[in-house]
């Protein structure tokens, strides 16, 4: 597969899986109890926001690898 094609499929999974993430994170923010210290809700929101880059890391790897070179059997 092409750097090109793993691109392009990359951005659309790397899309789809910041909206799941989002999804997610809202729906753990709405179950949370009212009333929280607002740095319990730091927290919260700082792993929220960067949560999604720890599946992402190896998608971009995966998307950024160079495109294998044909062998010359000379």
């Known amino acids: 597969m092409s750097?090109?094609?793993r691109k392009l499929i990359g951005?659309?999974?790397l899309v789809g899986s910041?909206?799941?993430?989002?999804?997610l994170a809202t729906s753990i923010y709405?179950?949370?109890p009212e009333g929280l210290p607002g740095l319990v809700l730091i927290g919260f929101?700082?792993?929220a926001g960067m949560?999604?880059?720890l599946?992402?890391?190896?998608?971009i790897k995966w998307m950024a690898k160079?495109?294998?070179t044909p062998t010359d059997n000379h």
């Not at 910041?18 to 999804?23: D, F, G, M, P």
């Not at 599946?55 to 998608?59: C, E, G, R, Y």
Request: aromatic share 14%; no cysteine.
């Open 3 to 5: 750097q090109r094609s």
């Open 11 to 13: 951005a659309f999974l």
């Open 18 to 23: 910041i909206i799941l993430w989002s999804i």
């Open 30 to 32: 709405l179950l949370l």
């Open 45 to 47: 929101f700082i792993i």
């Open 51 to 53: 949560g999604w880059m």
């Open 55 to 59: 599946p992402a890391m190896p998608l």
């Open 66 to 68: 160079p495109d294998a």
